[in-house]
């Protein structure tokens, strides 16, 4: 039996959740946070989730095989780290670019953000694979 | 059966035979250029910072194995095809025998020894997985893994051979090795090494007493037994004894052990031969008798002995490959390769009968044949032995007498005598099965008409390629009436009485081996099942399924070799002294305490798992409050996904029940070995913290940080940019554990299903 209070407040937090663990991942750069945190904090509102609602429910919401997720998020760690190589430097060389938005705000973006999010991936879709696999066994 | 289909498969199959075919006259191109100029060297980097090139270096040595590999490859090939009607995976076939046919031309133009191992591993790789290729039936599993793991390990000892070769002259080039050579014959360490090459040589190369796995590759299908089995992979070990011979050659140990060691294979094996009624084991054990004498002459110092040596291997080559195709078109067109079941085909199968009796006269040694001129040279060499020349000579004429005997019966019994009724409908082959051993034993004819020719231009190269002399090296017809060629005639007239009385011998030696008290084809059990033996012991004994006995192995590993580095090797011990702590952290103590106290008394487990949950946050806030925010966040969060985790486990599982009386003496060892780790953990970091870490990274982290790396989080800048190769080991290792745990529960599953 599904407990009708942890459906309802299930759906309310589990956004929030989400949210909370893509603000982690960004900020992770400056201040505590980062890929690994970000997937953590991900991978327990999927696991309330799938506790109120089953495991079918979770992979109705999330229309991938989480194990996509673990081959997505080595791809682009991978990716970011031949980038390095490819233009001539070791493997895995943080490069950076600055993108200039309106007059004066500034966003340096880099490889190392697209290797973190290669993290956050590859730990949510490992998290997600067991806790799926858990539940329907 | 899709006719058209059927045949164009088997034209693209036959197609890839242009391989072979252009190696084979680019090697010829190259016969000249050689010969004038020296070897034709090319190379290219390929691990440069373990010194290891693909250098290649093409002499004489290697051009005669060239062109021997890639004419029967080219041979094989068209044969296969046709031989291969009705197996299953033929693509794969052609892709192993054709990466098999390179690896062989790799194995004998490489310079570099490391570049010379891997395609040494590699022509055992192939060896075994066509060994294995019908690989449903379990003789040829069990005989693909002995071949393997035989030669395997040979390859390994010829690892241990050229790095110690490297290490003492510091070239891993086989050219550069050669300005050693008199050196490395009194170094301290030539034993060691001449041990090695000579367990790799002998291995690969079939000689006693790792014979037995040769006749067992007789499993394969019989153009890879032609190909592999005696033509090109077991002929890779006189390959390596011929190269290392003017390094390592020459000295006693070296003549003694190759000779007598030949000399015991080539007699041994061509008895055995006689005691044979399979097609293919007969020819399998006259190819053990080839390699031994082959590794007899290579023995000698002399050029006799050794253009013996190189002259016997192109001609067993010819004619050997051609029998072994002859025995596969008998089986293919026939259905039985056994002696007693066959006779007469001389008339059904006109072409196959003269190309075998071709290469058998060759193999018997008759004049104007091949095998004479090979045969005529071999006891010049055994003539000229510096050492016990007695002992060649005896065991050349016994052998070559045998393996005459052993040509008679494979012509008169196969294609001679009484037709079977059984082949009444049985029809020659077709031509792209015989062409290989019409044309090979034709070769047998012409080379035995020119042997001058054969001599100039593919023996006399070879030789000089690993042996300096100012001897003139020949290969004549006739030589006068001298001691070769009485030897000759004594060999050809104790073959015919060995013939004679083959039927007599066979009934004798047949049930031999069985008898003998002990074959090293025993000892390779012995030792398969006690390795598998040990294995189960293991198993039983560290990894027996029980997650208990799994930690405390790991823990108590852990416990006395970290325990026993620090005490051993190093004399950094802990401050014991209380700092001053305030009211706060006084509580957080008492909080992780009393949370330990209800892990271990507590009887629910649910009850454990939350309390453990308290013990892990606990440690987060003190992070926290030291000033450590990220770690202390994934600590909290790596808690709370355990609590969680854990919990879904333990909902589903069946009530886990707590050994009720659990042995007093078991739980006191719990205890111990629990206490003695959290002691040597806790002491392990105070004795860290007691010497003063040095700041250098520190300064440089924060140096560069923002500056360098854009960031502001010291930490985070550390795991996804300096340190970053960390961390993709890391996320490897987390995807390949989930994959795994996954592959697991869904086991355990189906296990319930």
């Given amino acids: 039996m599904r407990s009708l209070i942890l459906r309802a407040s299930t759906r309310l937090l589990v956004s929030l959740i989400l949210v909370f663990s893509v603000y982690l991942l960004i900020r992770g750069h400056h201040a505590p946070g980062g890929g690994f945190s970000g997937a953590l904090v991900a991978g327990t509102a999927f696991a309330l989730y799938a506790i109120a609602e089953g495991a079918a429910s979770v992979r109705r919401a999330l229309r991938l095989d989480p194990r996509s997720l673990i081959v997505t998020g080595m791809l682009l760690a991978l990716a970011s780290g031949l980038t390095g190589l490819v233009s001539g430097r070791p493997f895995l060389t943080g490069l950076w670019w600055t993108l200039t938005l309106g007059q004066d705000y500034k966003i340096a973006l880099g490889t190392p953000l697209f290797f973190d999010i290669g993290v956050y991936l590859i730990v949510l879709g490992t998290i997600l694979t067991l806790i799926l696999a858990l539940e329907e066994s | ?49 373990l010194d290891i090139s693909l250098t290649f270096s093409i002499d004489g040595l290697s051009l005669l194995f060239m062109l021997i590999i890639s004419a029967v490859g080219f041979f094989v090939t068209l044969y296969s095809v046709n031989y291969l009607h009705g197996y299953h995976h033929t693509g794969r076939f052609f892709l192993f025998l054709h990466a098999f046919m390179l690896s062989m031309l790799g194995l004998v133009t490489a310079d570099n020894m490391m570049a010379l191992f891997v395609f040494w591993e590699l022509t055992t790789i192939f060896s075994y997985l066509l060994i294995g290729f019908e690989h449903e039936a379990e003789t040829s599993r069990h005989s693909a893994r002995q071949a393997l793991l035989v030669t395997g390990a040979g390859g390994l000892a010829l690892l241990a051979a050229f790095l110690l070769l490297q290490i003492i002259t510091g070239t891993a080039d086989i050219s550069g090795l050669t300005g050693w050579d008199g050196q490395l014959r009194s170094h301290p360490l030539y034993e060691a090494i001449f041990v090695l090459i000579a367990i790799g040589a002998f291995t690969k190369s079939a000689q006693f007493p790792f014979h037995f796995w040769l006749p067992h590759a007789m499993a394969a299908p019989t153009p890879i037994s032609a190909f592999l089995h005696s033509a090109t992979m077991v002929k890779g070990g006189i390959y390596l004894l011929a190269r290392f011979h003017p390094i390592l050659g020459g000295t006693p140990a070296w003549t003694a052990t190759l000779m007598i060691t030949g000399a015991l294979t080539a007699v041994g094996a061509a008895v055995l031969a006689m005691g044979q009624s399979d097609l293919k084991k007969i020819l399998a054990y006259t190819t053990l008798t080839a ?97 016990c020349p007695q002992l060649a000579v005896s065991a050349a004429v016994l052998a070559n007498a045998l393996m005459t005997a052993v040509a008679g019966i494979l012509v008169v019994r196969v294609f001679w005598g009484r037709p079977r009724p059984e082949h009444a409908a049985v029809k020659e082959a077709s031509v792209f099965m015989w062409c290989g051993p019409v044309v090979l034993g034709g070769i047998g004819i012409v080379f035995g008409i020119i042997p001058e020719w054969v001599g100039h231009w593919l023996v006399a190269p ?92 790991v823990l108590a590993t852990f416990l006395t070799v970290v325990g026993y580095t620090w005490l051993r090797w190093t004399d950094v011990f802990p401050a014991w002294e209380l700092p001053a ?173």
């Fill in chain 2, 291 to 387: 390699l031994g004498i082959m590794t007899m002459f290579l023995g000698g110092a002399s050029t006799p002995s050794l253009t013996a040596a190189m002259t016997f291997l192109l001609v067993h080559s010819l004619y050997k490959s051609g029998l072994f195709l002859m025995a596969g078109i008998v089986d293919h067109q026939t259905g039985t390769r056994q002696l007693e079941n066959l006779g007469g085909l001389c008339t059904r199968m006109p072409f196959t009968a003269c190309s075998s009796v071709a290469a058998c006269l060759s193999m018997a040694g008759f004049p104007l044949f091949f095998g004479f001129i090979g045969k005529e040279i071999m006891y010049k060499g055994a003539l000229a032995e510096t050492m």
């Fill in chain 2, 1 to 49: 059966m899709h006719k058209t289909g059927n045949h164009l498969s088997d034209w693209i199959a036959r197609s890839t035979a242009l391989l072979p075919l252009f190696i084979f006259t680019y090697a010829a191109t190259l016969v000249m250029p050689v010969m004038s100029d020296g070897p034709v060297r090319l190379g290219l980097p390929w691990v440069p910072g």
């Fill in chain 2, 462 to 553: 070879a030789v000089r390629a690993f042996h300096v002399s100012s001897e003139h090296i020949k290969l004549e017809l006739f030589h006068g009436i001298n001691m070769p060629l009485l030897l000759s005639l004594l060999t050809i007239t104790m073959g015919a009485c060995f013939f004679l009385f083959h039927r007599s011998l066979y009934r004798l030696l047949k049930g031999t081996v069985k008898h003998l008290p002990i074959t090293s084809g025993r000892v390779y059990n012995g030792i398969i099942v006690g390795v598998a033996r040990l294995g189960y012991l293991q198993i039983r004994l560290l990894q027996n399924g029980s997650l208990h006995r799994y930690l405390f192995i």
């Fill in chain 2, 581 to 753: 702590l305030s009211i706060r952290e006084w509580l957080l103590i008492a909080l992780i305490t009393a949370s330990v106290i209800t892990v271990l008394a507590t009887r629910t487990l649910l009850l454990a798992i939350c309390a453990l949950g308290v013990i892990g946050t606990g440690l987060a806030i003190v992070f926290l409050s030291y000033g450590a925010p990220d770690v202390a966040l994934t600590q909290l969060l790596v808690e709370t996904l355990t609590v969680v985790i854990v919990s879904v486990i333990l909902l589903r599982l069946p009530a886990l029940k707590r050994s009720e009386h659990p042995k007093r003496i078991k739980r006191l060892m719990d205890a111990i070995l629990a206490g003695g780790v959290g002691v040597l953990v806790t002491s392990l970091l105070l004795a860290v913290l007691a010497v003063n870490p040095s700041h250098s990274l520190t300064a440089f982290f924060e140096q560069n940080s923002y500056l360098a790396a854009h960031g502001k989080n010291i930490v985070n800048v550390i795991l996804v940019d300096f340190r970053s190769l960390d961390t993709m080991g890391e996320i490897i290792v987390v995807a390949t554990a989930g994959l795994a745990g996954f592959a697991l529960i869904k086991q355990q599953r189906r296990k319930h299903k």
